[in-house]
């Protein structure tokens, strides 16, 4: 859409931050039990890795603080999840809307997506380029 055209630096910007503070509160959820607290069963690097890389990656993506590197981290550790955490525990099942894994999914192309482009305006790195 034409209109929107002038404005794809700041949607983006919207986007890394709307993201990143989406994923931190997936690691605030692990790691702090907050909003509901993970299963009792969940396996410790579950709850510790997964839930550090997500709060801490997280927050770096928002803020735009080497967003690159986060990012990576993250969308391999959205990769590394949906196999082990959906596709295992659903014998094999590749399909997300089966699985119930398209959030995985979805976290994992976006943060690609991050981890190509960088941070962008409206970012601690671009400040700091500026500086």
């Not at 509160?25 to 969940?42: D, I, R």
Request: net charge positive; hydrophobic share 55%.
């Amino acid at each position: 859409m034409k209109f929107l055209h002038p404005h794809t630096e700041r949607l983006y910007a919207l986007l890394r931050i709307a993201a990143g503070l989406m994923f931190a509160l997936h690691g605030m959820q692990k790691l702090f039990g907050m909003f509901g607290g993970v299963p009792a069963e969940a396996p410790a690097f579950v709850v510790y890795g997964a839930g550090g890389i997500e709060f801490v990656a997280g927050l770096l993506i928002a803020i735009g603080l080497f967003t690159g590197p986060a990012a990576f981290l993250s969308s391999g550790t959205m990769a590394v999840a949906f196999f082990l955490g959906h596709v295992l525990r659903s014998q094999g099942n590749l399909n997300p809307l089966v699985n119930k894994g398209e959030l995985a999914v979805l976290y994992c192309f976006v943060f690609f997506y991050m981890a190509a482009r960088g941070s962008g305006i409206w970012s601690a790195d671009a400040a700091r380029k500026r500086g």
